[in-house]
């Protein structure tokens, strides 16, 4: 639920003092006496961020970039692991966008390097550099300087020019989970950027921007002749109209028309008003392949996949009726593709064989109850030229993030870092749930209390994860609000994958349409109860959580239900009706509500717990980030007015500067210490 909001201007008046000064249910510095929750921050803080991993076409090697506090180190080594070397542009540079070239001699990069000055505040400069691997203790040699956000580098296939996604003049990207700019000016209309496919000269030179300044654009790729662009984009601002974007193919130079190949809009079939998402040239150039299906958010990409003609013509659905997510993928030639896919709440890498009307599985590689991905899309894979090589970062509830590389074959590649070996979960074991419900299988992931005793009754909150277009797959946590922290205080915690969900096909998906906080909490509700007739879980002891749609699940669900006894809503929605003229992204809501809020106000009414809030008894924390472009604020406020109209026991936590995924690390150990708190006092995990 990607989008900007205008916060109405009594609420903007209204200061983060004030609204913490309004919560006398947790006490403003949220200490604890628990030095358990105090071990548990530290624990989480000290996993080692790894954002990217990529291998080099021949196989041989395998970059990745690794966090230091804040920066991020660029590191090489043999695709076994060995011969570790640092590369960067500098000793305070942030380096990202890592890219091979084609003949595995260079490696390309995007460094941010800050410098400072006597006197005055830092500076930044930033650059594309490349490096060249044949050559021992070979430096950086800077390309060309940057002057606004870059991101999404690629070689052309011929190795002569580098394309990336640029937003030149400003650093402000296209992204509603990042704080918003202060809303202030002519709404819509002022600070609007836009994000272009640009190129430059793999010997260095200018840079030039290729695609229209009438559109923005948010995935790409090269064709095999390094002629030609595939792209999807839409009309500015970039934020909102993700949703309603086009596929377009364009000659690969400035000032060439461009065509759109596809419009959801207007084509028949099962795409019709629909999203798309990691476009793909097929290996003979005649088709471009990509994910389309209904998605919530950009970047959390799921559904079928198509084909078009790149010399136009209708798309065709090659996976219809599939039981599976299709995430992402790469062709292998151009009768096979390799494919990572959600399935029963898995990471499935499977190869599927191709034809003109069908792309079916041929072979599973291996399947994984984790989290991959090479760090350029969702669940993505860095491939070798042959497609026999393949690097990710995985992660799961036992096991920290680290690279992955080897062979592609029916075993997950081994481990090559060892950065967070020594670190062990203070959680309990995960396994997973499933169970059927009106007519539906579905999928759920379940966590012990930690030092779990079967002799004794155990309390369980359930965790509602955000989208609704997504899926819990098990990773490891990372500081800040999450489930597995609740584990280890002592709860069961169970997180569904309820209708709506990815990983078990396109009708799954969409099964919530137009019902949000109906089926989806009847299939909660029946995974609780086949939780609870194998596990001692007391019944009498249920919480409820989640963020972004897991926030709309808690608020919506407490009016629906008195089987919870305390709830944490985390940058929720509590009327549907009000957040549609809160937002300027309201594109993604008509394919989720059929219509907007001006020609059928029912159908968001019924899905909006003010209307029924005098059913509330549950004692619910509520928390949102000043600045939060997904969520926003003013549905907070308005859902803990009303409870605190109904005397239900409630607090409303406001973090300053914060937008929809908090970045300030005391802010992130604040949002989970409270939450920790407050199940403690009113669903504590010891009777």
Not at 572 to 597: E, R
């Amino acid at each position: 639920m990607s989008r900007i909001v205008r916060l109405l201007p009594a609420l903007l008046a209204l200061s983060v003092g004030q609204a913490l000064a309004a919560t006398p249910d947790v006490p403003a510095e949220s200490a604890s006496s628990d030095p358990r929750i105090t071990t548990l921050l530290a624990d989480l803080g000290k996993s080692q961020r790894i954002e990217a991993a990529e291998i080099s076409p021949d196989g041989r090697m395998v970059a990745w970039l690794r966090r230091h506090d804040r920066h991020a180190q660029l590191e090489l080594a043999s695709v076994n692991g060995s011969g570790v070397q640092q590369i960067g542009a500098g000793a305070d540079c942030n380096s990202s966008a890592i890219a091979w070239s084609p003949d595995t001699r260079q490696l390309a990069f995007i460094a941010d390097c800050t410098s400072k000055p006597a006197k005055g505040p830092a500076v930044h400069d930033k650059g594309i550099y490349v490096v060249d691997i044949s050559k021992a203790s070979s430096a950086p040699r800077r390309l060309a300087a940057l002057h606004g956000y870059a991101h999404a580098l690629n070689w052309s296939p011929d190795g002569k020019k580098l394309a990336f996604l640029y937003v030149e003049g400003s650093e402000r990207r296209a992204s509603a989970t990042a704080a918003t700019d202060p809303l202030v000016g002519e709404i819509g209309v002022d600070n609007i950027v836009e994000q272009r496919i640009a190129t430059l000269p793999a010997a260095g030179g200018s840079i030039e921007q290729v695609t229209p300044d009438t559109l923005h654009v948010y995935e790409y790729a090269w064709s095999p002749d390094a002629k030609r662009l595939a792209y999807t984009a839409a009309p500015p601002p970039g934020d909102n109209n993700w949703w309603i974007s086009k596929l377009y193919i364009q000659n690969a130079l400035p000032g060439t028309a461009n065509t759109a190949l596809v419009d959801p809009a207007t084509v028949k079939g099962s795409l019709h008003g629909l999203q798309m998402a990691v476009p793909r040239f097929s290996p003979d150039g005649r088709q471009v392949a990509f994910i389309g299906g209904l998605m919530s958010d950009q970047g959390a990409t799921g559904g079928d996949i198509y084909s078009v003609s790149t010399s136009g013509g209708e798309p065709v659905d090659l996976t219809p009726g599939t039981h599976v997510t299709p995430a992402w993928f790469s062709w292998l030639d151009d009768r096979r593709m390799v494919v990572s896919q959600i399935g029963n709440g898995q990471s499935e890498v499977v190869e599927y064989g191709v034809s003109a009307q069908s792309a079916k599985p041929t072979r599973t590689y291996f399947t994984v109850p984790a989290t991959i991905g090479s760090g350029d899309l969702e669940m993505s894979l860095s491939l070798s030229r042959d497609g026999k090589q393949v690097a990710f970062v995985q992660s799961d509830f036992a096991h920290a993030p680290e690279v992955h590389a080897g062979a592609l074959d029916a075993q997950v590649p081994a481990a090559i870092t060892t950065f967070n070996a020594s670190l062990q979960p203070s959680w309990g074991k995960a396994e997973s749930v499933e169970w059927d419900h009106e007519g539906l299988h579905v999928q759920g992931w379940l966590l012990y209390p930690a030092q779990y005793d079967p002799s004794k009754s155990y309390p369980m909150i359930v965790a509602v994860h955000g989208g609704p277009s997504s899926a819990v797959i098990p990773r490891w946590p990372g500081v800040g609000f999450g489930a597995a922290p609740l584990s280890a205080m002592g709860y069961f915690v169970f997180m569904p994958n309820p209708r709506g969900s990815f990983g078990q096909g396109q009708a799954f998906t969409q099964a919530n349409r137009k019902d949000f906080g109906y089926g989806d909490l009847r299939d909660i509700l029946a995974g609780v109860d086949a939780i609870e007739k194998r596990l001692p879980v007391d019944d009498k002891r249920l919480g409820l959580t989640g963020w972004s749609y897991g926030g709309f699940m808690t608020m919506f669900s407490v009016t629906q239900t008195q089987r919870f006894r305390a709830a944490v809503a985390g940058a929720g929605i509590s009327n549907w009706q009000s957040y549609y003229g809160q937002n300027l992204i309201d594109q993604w809501m008509t394919p989720f509500f059929g219509a907007s809020v001006y020609d059928d106000p029912q159908v968001y009414a019924k899905s909006s717990a003010i209307n029924y809030i005098k059913q509330v008894k549950t004692p619910t924390l509520v928390v949102v980030g000043e600045r939060d472009a997904e969520c926003p604020a003013p549905q907070s406020f308005e859902f803990w007015h009303a409870l605190r109209a109904q005397n239900v026991p409630t607090s409303l936590v406001v973090y300053p500067g914060e937008g929809h995924g908090f970045v300030n690390p005391q802010n992130q150990r604040d949002v989970l210490q409270r939450a920790l708190n407050w199940f403690g006092k009113y669903l504590p995990p010891t009777n």
